[in-house]
């Protein structure tokens, strides 16, 4: 886990990003051998019902299917993030409704470290933290990888994060928005999820396709506390309680799984910031044909962008957002 401080001289940081980066408008597109997506002007990967949301090529071959191979465009196209804290209840952003936290700037890094790249910053309409999401893979990776960096820009007590989607990939014409949902990887069907490939509930979660098989995950091996969960409202829910405690589904059949037009998310536990401090959470959505196929990335953790180069720009860009929000209400 990272926590660090909000450098004074913000502006001046913002300037010196700004020589080797531009910030471009929203929507942005990346494009793999396995996936094809966009992030939003609400920080989500999808814009609405425009395509692509989030398409899969489980062979590779960079064929996308517009008709009947995406996870997001289909029905509701939910996918997004919260934030809570003892102070305010779950505000944030989602590609379906509305939301409460204004895009500052969505800045294009393909090319460099990563094929596919792309960086999103955010400051709450509520004043109290500003957010940075980093999306990025490979060509050849079969997962898309998301760092988020949450500052607090006042003393936070009790601070969570979450971030889920409604996937249906056999969502067409004649198909089903049906999945087949389940909490962990047991690849051997012992209940344990402590043998070799295997994931455990908290780290792992799944939706494959009732029709096609086709599978998306969510993963983190984060050391913030953690968990995965399934819930109901298959197209709407940010806040982070409902996926922190496994979900509707969590205290039902074997207390793992579904099967049904349902979300899915990851909640992660902060805790405590204080006014200027920053953290750091990595994680994943991962593809496969199948649930036992899907794409795990090697270390997550390590194969973010450089922590410094996320704080600096971020909050640099942030701390004008910040001064731009206060003078409005000073108005």
Same mark, same amino acid.
Request: glycine content about 10%; charged content about 20%.
């Given at each position: 886990m990272i926590k660090t401080k909000k450098l004074a001289l913000a502006s001046v940081v913002l300037s010196a990003m700004l020589g080797t980066t531009t910030a471009t408008a929203a929507p942005v597109f990346m494009q793999g051998d396995y996936l094809w997506t966009q992030v939003s002007d609400d920080g989500t990967l999808g814009d609405y019902t425009n395509s692509p949301g989030l398409i899969h090529d489980p062979t590779g071959t960079g064929t996308f299917d517009t008709a009947t191979g995406d996870y997001l465009s289909p029905g509701i196209p939910f996918e997004g993030f919260g934030v809570s804290a003892?102070?305010?209840?779950?505000?944030?952003?989602?590609?379906?409704?509305?939301?409460?936290?204004?895009?500052?700037?969505?800045?294009?890094?393909?090319? %460099?470290?990563?094929?596919?790249?792309?960086?999103?910053?955010?400051?709450?309409?509520? %004043?109290?933290?500003?957010?940075?999401?980093?999306?990025?893979?490979?060509?050849?990776?079969?997962?898309?990888?998301?760092?988020?960096?949450?500052?607090?820009?006042? !003393?936070?007590?009790?601070?969570?994060?979450?971030?889920? *989607? !409604?996937?249906?990939?056999?969502?067409?014409?004649?198909?089903?928005?049906?999945?087949?949902?389940?909490?962990?990887?047991?690849?051997?069907?012992?209940?344990?999820?402590?043998?070799?490939?295997?994931?455990?509930?908290?780290?792992?979660?799944?939706?494959?396709?009732? *029709?096609?098989?086709?599978?998306?995950?969510?993963?983190? !091996?984060?050391?913030?506390?953690?968990?995965?969960?399934?819930?109901?409202?298959?197209?709407?829910? *940010?806040?982070?309680?409902?996926y922190l405690s496994g979900g509707d589904y969590a205290a039902v059949a074997f207390g793992y799984d579904s099967s049904a037009d349902n979300g899915i998310g990851l909640g992660f536990e902060i805790g405590d910031l204080t006014a200027g401090e920053s953290v750091s959470i990595s994680y994943a959505y991962v593809f496969g044909d199948t649930v036992g196929t899907v794409d795990i990335p090697d270390d997550p953790t390590t194969s973010v962008p450089l922590p410094a180069s996320v704080f600096m720009f971020g909050m640099g860009l942030m701390g004008l957002g910040a001064m731009n929000l206060r003078k409005r209400f000073a108005k």
């Open positions: 003892d102070q305010f209840s779950t505000v944030g952003n989602r590609n379906s409704s509305s939301d409460s936290v204004s895009q500052v700037s969505i800045t294009d890094l393909s090319g %460099g470290t990563f094929d596919n790249h792309v960086r999103w910053v955010g400051t709450a309409d509520n %004043g109290m933290f500003d957010i940075v999401h980093d999306f990025f893979f490979n060509d050849s990776d079969e997962n898309v990888n998301i760092s988020t960096v949450i500052t607090a820009t006042t !003393d936070l007590t009790g601070v969570s994060f979450s971030r889920a *989607i !409604d996937p249906d990939p056999d969502n067409y014409s004649g198909g089903s928005a049906a999945t087949n949902n389940e909490r962990g990887l047991d690849l051997n069907n012992d209940g344990d999820y402590d043998d070799a490939g295997e994931l455990s509930q908290s780290d792992f979660i799944s939706a494959s396709g009732v *029709i096609s098989g086709l599978t998306i995950g969510m993963f983190s !091996d984060s050391a913030y506390t953690h968990n995965t969960g399934i819930v109901g409202d298959c197209c709407s829910v *940010i806040d982070p309680a409902s």
